[in-house]
């Protein structure tokens, strides 16, 4: 039933749109109103003249258009706005075509639909013309200009503005007050000025209570400085991505950062603005700090802008996170570990570490700046005191802003080291005063610079230490596939391999490379490095993998983007196994948990770490581990592997030294073994960072050269070529070592400086004491070797008391051989292959009563000794089995003592120790009765000596 007042064009029209319903229901009513008009009836209540609904029908259609321009205008700039942007408009219309149908049935001029390529700013930039033609109001136009100049210029470019339109809109009671202060505060959100944000909302509070954009950027502000109020705010609308990804990382500010994905934008041109990223201001930032690393550890900061009240500390700061590269933990580790953005944030209780601004310091931004390769060169270091992060696009931008002036500083670096793998100098352009302490530089002989690859047997000794770590793992193989690296010079070359899940590599060349490591026989081995991993193009698996890294000391991060960098020359094809290069710069576990052919040994792998063994603070073995599933490595495994392969490292250690002393020497050394070898090794490490000149005391014959050489070596004197050590046995005034004499030296080894003159003394005294010791700076280094300490020396006059001064700070101890008896069948096995191969004889079997015997004497000279009695049984007993009479024999014919047992009642306590830790088991359980046995007595004797000396046999001495 149809009512007078129903328009019959509800039933003409069924189910027409509401606008088209409108615009017949003003045409009829116009047509109407005319022939009323026509008629000259006039109605006693209703006395409508033609030019009134003329007049009615122009204000109607006017509001229509300019409602529809506000509209389209939301919708571009709202498009043209980047994801970061904190600028809301309100709600972006669904059907932007229709509404531009709409408008061009008001028949506007210049209203028409965006022209091909024309960017969104450009079409509001036309609609804004419109706009003016079609009535809008002044405050409102400029409104809508700074918007669109917002979008091309930068929030800092008109926050100004906005603050200023919100004075003049509460001056003449504007409708649009609350809009301009709402602007003046994203601004400031968006360049990270969170306080000033605060502030002004805390001024115009009553603003606040009624509106809710304000209200809701007033929950924001204060949860960024972590007053958060006591109930949240819901947000519908759209978020800026930088608070999505707060939001996405941070489970305690969830509830107060609701709201929806923003869209992305209209085209890659409207998100790149013009913002030039010059100082931390741009990013409400108190530091900002621009690193360059070098491939050798170094760094450089190319740019630093801190806040005035934290420059006093910054020099010291700065030279505090000289190591943190390398720091299990450290953000920098992080970076160049996983190639991704690191981002740290305050939590209750628990400051950000690492950071300059200390206990104020709110969150943390480390972004990478990548090379060709997609490496880290560098990074930039931002804080806040505020935990509202830019978004990840904006960080990315700013570091594609500063990759030309990173990677040139960085080929410039190369360029000053040769190869870009030079001496190990610090790089670092320090802050004024931070220079202090410069580590010191390692020369290099001209004739150093290609290494030298190590015997095949040598490999084989180092693949037999890696089969045994992988062994320690206890994990399970069938899945995956290992390889072993040594570095010779500074490229990973594979010694060892195992297992078989990934099958052959599909590079024929490349797999012979890394599965065929050198064995006895003799074979020459392989040298793959990084730069033939590099050149082949990767082999993608099944779908297209994603690239992600991770670090041990911080699990599995969240998942980022990388940028590629700009302005670098034509893209290279990405490396392979860029997974050690990243474990030699980041000092420790790396890996990867997806498909990433870039990264891993193996092309197929889907997950895999690479361990890089650090001494010294040098990476020394590589160990990658890669399997065919993915997420297959445990955080909780690596940490059980890292502490096991921890206690296989002196082991590696002295194996590297012992190939290159056999390379220089011709022959093998003994170093000791388990705990006693980890001891020395640190030792010779403490040593080798002290700049002073060492002393080295002992007794002849106990093998204080070796040590010596160990020490050079330890130092970095030479893991790339021939020997840089120097031996004299006089320094005479004439001929002291200077820089002139012999600059490839870089250790000066004087034995027996006991009986060194008066003039070698005070010339030695000068030479230590030159120019402030710009000898040892420049990495010349001088070790003597002394029966007495220097102080003994100086106290009888026979060394000045200059010299005895010079080299006090650092004297090493080396003890008789009779004080390390656990040390004497290793020793020996050393000095029998020695002598063997020396005399090209096959080697004598020692029984186990031959070697107790040998254990016994008291070898007054020592190693040296030891030697001659090795050397003795080579020649008379070679391919034999040598039992206790045998040796007996042959030290008689020496003229030497063999002791059928230690006298027990004038027993040492040393001498229970030393029987024990030479007799145990393999497992590590007490023998006693072959420590009775060694010592020469009987089993009840050494049971009662044990109680006497208090000493428990299952406790390691």
């Not at 010694?495 to 024929?508: E, F, I, M, Q, R």
């Not at 009765?929 to 001495?957: C, E, M, Q």
């Amino acid at each position: 039933m149809v009512l007078p007042h129903d328009d019959v064009l509800l039933l003409l029209l069924p189910g027409a749109a509401v606008d088209v319903q409108r615009r017949a229901l003003g045409l009829t009513t116009f047509a109407r109103l005319l022939a009323a008009d026509a008629q000259g009836v006039r109605s006693a209540s209703v006395a409508l003249t033609l030019d009134h609904a003329a007049r009615e029908l122009e204000r109607d259609g006017a509001e229509r258009c300019r409602a529809l321009l506000r509209a389209l205008l939301v919708a571009h700039l709202g498009a043209a706005a980047r994801p970061a942007s904190f600028l809301w408009l309100g709600e972006l219309p669904d059907d932007v075509p229709a509404l531009w149908r709409s408008l061009g049935d008001l028949a506007v001029p210049g209203a028409h639909p965006p022209l091909p390529d024309e960017r969104a700013t450009q079409v509001a930039e036309r609609l804004l013309v419109v706009a003016e033609r079609a009535g809008f109001d002044a405050d409102e136009l400029e409104l809508w200009a700074l918007r669109r100049r917002w979008l091309d210029a930068g929030a800092r470019a008109v926050e100004a503005d906005f603050e200023q339109g919100f004075v003049r809109a509460v001056e003449r009671r504007g409708a649009l007050a609350a809009v301009w202060l709402a602007h003046a505060i994203e601004c400031a959100l968006e360049i990270g000025a969170v306080r000033r944000a605060r502030a002004r909302l805390e001024r115009h509070a009553a603003w606040v209570a009624r509106d809710v954009r304000l209200a809701q950027l007033e929950q924001w502000t204060r949860v960024a400085l972590d007053d958060p109020p006591p109930q949240a705010r819901i947000w519908t609308s759209t978020l800026p991505s930088a608070l999505i990804e707060w939001r996405d990382s941070d489970s305690s500010a969830r509830p107060y950062l609701s709201g929806k994905e923003p869209r992305a934008a209209a085209s890659h041109a409207d998100q790149e603005q013009a913002v030039t990223y010059v100082d931390r201001h741009a990013f409400g930032a108190s530091v900002l700090l621009v690193v360059c690393a070098h491939d050798d550890g170094g760094r450089e900061a190319l740019h630093d802008d801190v806040a005035a009240g934290l420059r006093a500390r910054y020099a010291a700061w700065y030279a505090s996170r000289e190591s943190a590269p390398r720091d299990p933990g450290a953000p920098e580790r992080d970076v160049i570990a996983t190639a991704k953005r690191v981002v740290a944030r305050r939590a209750a209780g628990d400051d950000v570490r690492a950071a300059l601004t200390g206990a104020t310091c709110a969150a943390l931004a480390v972004e990478p700046v990548l090379d060709r390769r997609g490496e880290v060169a560098g990074w930039l270091w931002l804080e806040f005191e505020h935990r509202l992060v830019p978004s990840r696009a904006d960080l990315e931008r700013a570091a594609r802003a500063w990759s030309s002036r990173v990677l040139d500083a960085r080929d410039d670096g190369v360029r000053r080291s040769g190869t870009g793998s030079g001496p190990e100098t610090s790089r670092a352009a320090r802050p004024v005063g931070a220079g202090a302490d410069e580590r010191s530089a390692r020369s290099t002989s001209s004739n150093s610079s290609a290494a030298v690859p190590a015997a095949a047997a040598e490999r084989a000794v180092l693949g037999e230490l890696f089969a045994r770590l992988v062994g320690d793992f206890e994990m399970k193989t069938a899945q995956r596939q290992w390889w072993g690296f040594v570095l010779e010079g500074e490229r990973p070359v594979c010694v060892a391999s195992g297992g078989s899940a990934l099958g052959a590599h599909p590079d024929a060349e490349l797999g012979a490379q890394l599965g065929s490591h050198a064995g006895a026989d003799g074979a020459a081995a392989l040298r793959p490095t990084l730069d033939a991993l590099g050149s082949r193009e990767p082999r993608a698996p099944n779908g297209r993998p994603t690239a992600s890294g991770w670090p041990l000391a911080n699990g599995w991060p969240p998942a980022n983007g990388r940028q590629t960098p700009r302005g670098r020359g034509p893209a290279r094809e990405p490396e392979r196994a860029r997974i050690l290069d990243r474990a030699l710069r980041a000092h420790g576990w790396v890996g990867f948990h997806e498909p990433a052919p870039e990264l891993s040994v193996h092309p197929d792998a889907a997950s895999g770490v690479a361990l890089a063994f650090e001494l010294g603070g040098k990476v020394r073995l590589l160990l990658a581990i890669e399997s065919s599933r993915r997420r297959d490595f445990r955080p909780e495994d690596l940490e059980r592997w890292r502490a096991r392969a921890a206690r296989r490292a002196a082991e590696f250690a002295a194996a590297e030294f012992r190939a290159w002393h056999r390379r220089t020497y011709q022959h093998d050394v003994w170093l000791g073994s388990g705990v006693h070898l980890a001891r020395r090794l640190d030792e010779v490490l403490a040593a080798c960072g002290s700049r002073a000149p060492i002393a080295l005391v002992g007794p002849p014959g106990a093998g204080k050269s070796v040590l010596a050489r160990w020490l050079h070596f330890e130092r970095g004197g030479d893991r790339r070529g021939p020997t840089v050590l120097a031996e004299t046995a006089w320094v005479g005034a004439d001929n002291v070592p200077t820089s002139r004499g012999a600059r490839s030296a870089t250790t000066w080894l004087v034995p027996r400086a006991d009986g060194l003159s008066a003039d070698a003394q005070s010339g030695l005294v000068r030479w230590l004491a030159d120019v402030g010791g710009q000898h040892v700076m420049s990495g010349e280094r001088v070790i003597v070797t002394l029966a007495s300490s220097p102080a003994e020396l100086a106290e009888r006059g026979v060394w000045s008391r200059e010299l005895a001064a010079a080299f006090a700070p650092l004297e090493l101890r080396v003890a008789a051989l009779s004080a390390h008896r656990h040390e004497i069948p290793g020793l020996l096995a050393c000095l029998l292959r020695r002598g063997a191969e020396r005399e090209a004889r096959p080697l004598p079997e020692l029984t186990d009563d031959a070697i107790a015997c040998l254990w016994r004497r008291e070898w007054r000279r020592n190693v040296r000794e030891l030697e001659a009695v090795a050397y003795r049984l080579v020649v008379s007993a070679a391919g034999r089995t040598v039992d206790a009479q045998t040796v007996v024999q042959e030290l008689e014919r020496m003229g030497l003592d063999a002791p059928e047992k230690l006298p027990s009642r004038r027993a040492e306590r040393a001498w229970l120790v030393q029987a024990l830790e030479t007799t145990r088991h393999t497992s590590g359980s007490a023998n006693k009765t072959r420590a009775a046995a060694y010592l020469g007595w009987d089993p009840d004797t050494l049971v009662t000596k044990l109680r006497s000396f208090g000493i428990d046999p299952d406790l390691p001495n």
